[in-house]
């Protein structure tokens, strides 16, 4: 009979740390509610100390919430052990018992279960072949490399069957090539297994490529929960917006103008048109304009068409991508970075001509740093 899938509830969950340095208490998370639909893989997002790992922790039950609910399905779990919950860890260090064979490693939380030992080689061997870790069974953790022991951590995962599978960084320990592969083998294995996974990164690109939808946080709270191409496309705040994407968007302090019937956004001596009529409401006040590195364009086709929204800026750098180019770029003392086919050959000390895609302009509150409009 095929397991019942199972989603993760978050209900107000707060969890409060005293910072050793000073003696005061503070939110390492903090009023956090998150609904994860069964089957999903919802990755946390965020720098370093923003909570997502102490979030992952608390579902885990290594950690408890000082306030708010988890609940797994339908059943609270907060007073729940670990072992008691149906969840299984993926950690940053493998976390493998050095001494163990992988057969050994994979079958270990099994034996502990007292499950038949004929069920737990059917287990470990379907989960070896899935990995593709079969001829490795009597070998030892030493004998691995990194990216054979982090599948070995993922098959101890796999063989409890859980109904969430819970990942902290598990690629971080690897090189860039490897950690390429392990997200598209993760990323399959999900598809395979149909099974809730959470997972916890700090690197939008693991985010952006694995995850069906992602939880962007910032010191303990929730900036954003949505698929990867609504929080590309239409960030709620100015954070969102410049965590997500690389390099990050150009953010402009400027000014919004109106002509008669028309608004501008303005700054040195440029004048970008837009129809945002949300952008009434700020006329001759400071906002933030963001526009991602993509959308400015060195084509003489786009310039033709973008005629009132050329801008010319000088290159202080010009990094060779392959096909692109990035170039770092100031216009009117202000700094942007623009993506360009390299079949351009602008290269640094240029001053070049630029139109930026008025239809991919973001406008963010100066002082709250939420959106305004897109």
Do not use: W
């Amino acid at each position: 009979m095929e397991k019942q899938k199972k989603g993760v509830r978050l209900e107000h969950i707060s969890k409060i740390y005293n910072d050793p340095k000073t003696g005061k208490e503070f939110y390492a998370v903090q009023d956090t509610t998150l609904d994860i639909e069964p089957g999903t893989f919802v990755t946390l997002l965020g720098p370093s100390g923003c909570g997502k790992t102490t979030t992952l922790r608390m579902i885990a039950g290594f950690e408890s919430p000082d306030e708010g609910e988890i609940y797994l399905g339908d059943e609270a779990i907060n007073s729940l052990t670990p072992n008691k919950r149906d969840t299984a860890m993926v950690f940053q260090s493998y976390a493998l018992y050095p001494h163990m064979t992988v057969y050994k490693n994979m079958a270990f939380a099994l034996e502990l279960r007292k499950v038949p030992k004929d069920e737990i080689d059917k287990k470990v061997r379907e989960a070896a072949k899935i990995l593709g870790l079969e001829e490795y069974l009597k070998r030892k953790p030493k004998e691995l490399s990194g990216g054979q022991r982090q599948r070995v951590a993922l098959g101890r995962a796999m063989v409890r069957q859980p109904a969430v599978f819970l990942l902290d960084e598990p690629l971080s320990n690897l090189d860039a090539k490897l950690r390429t592969e392990m997200r598209s083998q993760i990323a399959a294995l999900h598809k395979r297994l149909q099974t809730t996974f959470v997972y916890v990164t700090h690197d939008q690109t693991e985010a952006m490529t694995m995850g069906d939808r992602i939880v962007v946080m910032k010191d303990g709270v929730i900036q954003q929960f949505d698929t990867p191409q609504m929080l590309y496309n239409y960030p709620c705040n100015k954070f969102v917006a410049g965590f997500i994407g690389s390099p990050q968007m150009n953010f402009l302090n400027v000014v919004v103008k109106k002509e008669g019937e028309n608004l501008f956004l303005t700054f040195g001596t440029y004048k970008i048109p837009v129809q945002k009529p949300e952008l009434e409401a700020y006329v001759d006040k400071e906002v933030i304009m963001g526009i991602r590195p993509e959308d400015i364009h060195a084509e003489e086709s786009f310039l033709s068409i973008s005629e009132a929204s050329n801008i010319e800026a000088n290159v202080d750098l010009a990094e060779m991508m392959g096909s692109e180019i990035y170039l770092y770029l100031n216009c009117c003392g202000q700094k942007m970075v623009a993506r360009v086919p390299s079949r351009t050959g602008i290269r640094a000390d240029d001053m070049v001509k630029l139109a930026l895609d008025v239809n991919k302009i973001h406008v963010f509150d100066a002082e709250t740093e939420n959106v305004i409009c897109h």
